[in-house]
């Protein structure tokens, strides 16, 4: 919570099972309050790895490109 207010942070993903981990091993825990992972049906382990962290993760069904997952 920042200035008591909830803050969700909610970042797209494609393909991302290399780097998710670390990439949220970065987010700021003390401020971000939720966390919501939008995966752009990745051919890869992405949204699993997402659920086995714990993120609530949305998959798309077909690939939106980098605006449509936006």
């Known amino acids: 919570m920042l200035n008591g207010q909830k803050i ?3 970042p ?3 393909n991302a099972e290399l780097t998710l981990k670390s990439t949220i091993e970065e987010i700021p825990v003390d401020i971000v309050d939720d966390l ?3 995966d752009d ?3 890869e382990a992405t949204a699993r790895l997402a659920l086995d962290l714990g993120i ?3 998959k798309h069904s077909v ?3 980098y605006g449509g997952n936006q």
């Open 8 to 10: 969700t942070l909610i």
């Open 12 to 14: 797209p993903a494609y």
């Open 36 to 38: 919501i992972l939008v």
């Open 41 to 43: 049906c990745s051919t």
């Open 56 to 58: 609530h993760t949305l």
């Open 63 to 65: 690939n939106r490109g």
